[in-house]
């Protein structure tokens, strides 16, 4: 057996005092912030190597750090120092075991890296040699801290639960449109609840409403043509940051808004969740009603790209993601069939009764040829004809005009209400100066609320006004020519072609027993004919009808 001994370059240093560094730790940043916890660490630590003659050639200090795993900047710094090959120091000095190392494996793991660095672990209040009954003794110490703190660990979160469960904040990062107020005292700790903050709230309301209907002159944005929208118009996170689209989706599946947060929802360290029985719901106010929530759940499931595949858009078949049964509302998927003569039939077939049979839906099947042929024969018959185009172009900017009244209304009321309280404020100043009364507490109180509802009402209006946009008027001509252009892009040319033009404007195509039901957005349509028809429209298409074309046939 041949050995093979790695050689190292190893310092060997003169005999002198012991150069020691020392390592001062506390668990949570409000520690590090008012606790006297490291002076003290430090204080005892230097009085420790002077009773021993050693010098104090380092420090590292940990403000707010858990010692349960080594993700410790200072502490990997240290480790890493003592680690070098000129040996910075002899040994590491620490008021106790529970301030290096909080779990029993971690703490022998490097204590043991650090001997055969030649350098020592020291507790001040629990100093101990290396034979094998006080290497034994540390071992223990170890398994009690680390008993200590989980079993810390455990009590906090009780008290945590508890106080999520009165409804009182535990100190998480506060979701866009909410604020702070402080609702009681209990001994030294403020109990606080989450409260709506109105200019915020307001912001978070607008993203809402152009996911699900867009800015008034465009179909409703995406979530990446919302995120571009918000940040061309100057609105910024609370951190005054850009928003981002990771951002708006958070905003948009988060059911704070609805008035149902959550505690305990995931585990601190691994971020696995945990199962819903051990959740606490806490109210809070809601600032999104809950039928325009569970509606934009509901159309970010639909444009999931795990629920709509690709092949949707760009498939070989026309109607493929557009067709669907009347009666379950599943999508008609292309089935083949042979007859006698051994020629090959394709059709649309309810693809819920293809899987589940009668049980799930009656089914029907149209032959695949007929359906494309119906739809685009009626839609270039009736709705791409420039005077229907119009007609359903004017009540759609006839709606907007009712919605922009109610704005007008809503932008009156409020400058109305700015008024009011500034005339109120001034009459109140006017009393104060001439002596009619006094500046008391009740006065005062009073003078702050109106400040606070002028403030309000000024904020609000400020919001409506920058989201106030004029809607766009369209040529004549250009609807004229988006109706030709049409015509012919539906009808003839490659299939993937002939479906981009279909889906810019129809969301589905509902197939009865007698009558084929067409159903489109105005929205996209008007948005498609802006654009001169150029491409299709960049926003995500509702789901609520905006019009409807139907074809009634003997199936």
Excluded at 183 to 209: C, H, M, Q, S, Y
Excluded at 240 to 253: C, K, M, W
């Amino acid at each position: 057996m041949t050995m093979h001994v790695r050689k190292s370059k190893i310092t060997v240093r003169a005999e002198g005092p012991l150069r020691a560094a020392g390592y001062m730790r506390v668990s949570t940043g409000r520690q590090a912030e008012s606790d006297l916890s490291i002076p003290d660490q430090r204080k005892q630590v230097d009085a420790f190597c002077v009773a021993k003659g050693w010098t104090r050639v380092a420090e590292y200090v940990e403000p707010g750090a858990s010692a349960m795993d080594d993700a410790r900047p200072e502490f990997q710094r240290m480790i890493e120092r003592a680690s070098d090959g000129d040996r910075p120091f002899d040994v590491i000095v620490v008021h106790s075991f529970s301030r290096f190392f909080r779990d029993a494996f971690g703490l022998e793991m490097y204590v043991r890296k650090l001997a055969k660095a030649g350098v020592r672990l020291v507790s001040i209040t629990q100093e101990l040699g290396d034979d094998p009954g006080q290497v034994m003794m540390r071992q223990l110490i170890g398994m009690f801290d680390e008993y200590q703190s989980r079993e810390n660990a455990k009590h906090v979160l009780r008290a945590m639960k508890e106080n999520a469960r009165q409804g009182f904040y535990n100190g998480a990062t506060l979701p866009l449109g909410y604020g702070l107020e402080e609702v009681e005292k209990r001994g030294n700790r403020i109990k606080k609840r989450l409260v709506i903050d109105p200019v915020e709230a307001e912001t978070v309301r607008l993203i809402f409403r152009l996911y699900r209907h867009g800015d008034g002159w465009s179909g409703p944005l995406g979530i990446k043509a919302l995120t571009c929208h918000l940040n061309e118009h100057g609105y910024r996170t609370r951190a005054g940051a850009r928003f981002g689209v990771a951002t708006i989706h958070g905003i948009l599946t988060n059911p704070v808004y609805i008035g149902e947060w959550v505690f305990n929802r995931r585990d601190s360290k691994t971020l696995v969740e945990k199962p819903k029985a051990e959740h606490i719901p806490i109210e809070v106010p809601a600032i999104i009603e809950r039928a325009e929530f569970e509606a934009v759940a509901a159309t970010l499931k639909a444009h999931n790209p795990r629920t709509t595949p690709a092949r949707v858009v760009t498939g070989p078949i026309l109607l493929t993601g557009l067709a669907t049964c009347a009666t379950c509302s599943g999508p008609m998927t292309m089935r083949t069939g042979t007859s006698k003569s051994g020629k090959v039939h394709t059709y649309y077939s309810c693809s819920t009764h293809g899987r589940q049979g009668k049980t799930g839906c009656k089914g029907r099947s149209i032959p695949m040829q007929k359906l494309d042929t119906l739809v685009t024969d009626h839609l270039v018959a009736e709705l791409l004809q420039p005077d229907r185009l119009r007609a359903t172009l004017a009540s759609l900017w006839a709606l907007r005009s009712e919605r922009a009244t109610e704005v007008d209304g809503r932008v009156a009321a409020l400058r109305a209400e700015v008024t009011a309280t500034e005339d109120k404020l001034k009459r109140l100043y006017t009393m104060v100066e001439d002596g009619v009364t006094d500046l008391d507490d009740i006065l005062a109180e009073r003078l702050s609320a109106l400040k606070l509802e002028r403030d309000r009402a000024k904020a609000a209006l400020d919001r409506i006004q920058v989201a106030q946009r004029p809607a766009a008027a369209i040529d004549p001509e250009l609807v004229a020519r988006f109706g030709t252009l049409m015509r012919e892009n539906v009808t003839t040319g490659e299939i993937p072609f002939r479906k981009a033009w279909l889906q810019a404007i129809v969301d589905r195509v509902e197939v009865d027993d007698s009558v084929i039901r067409i159903i489109g957005d105005k929205a996209n349509l008007e948005a498609v004919i802006a654009a001169g028809g150029a491409s299709t429209p960049a926003g995500v298409r509702s789901s609520v009808r905006k019009w409807r074309a139907r074809k009634d046939s003997n199936l």
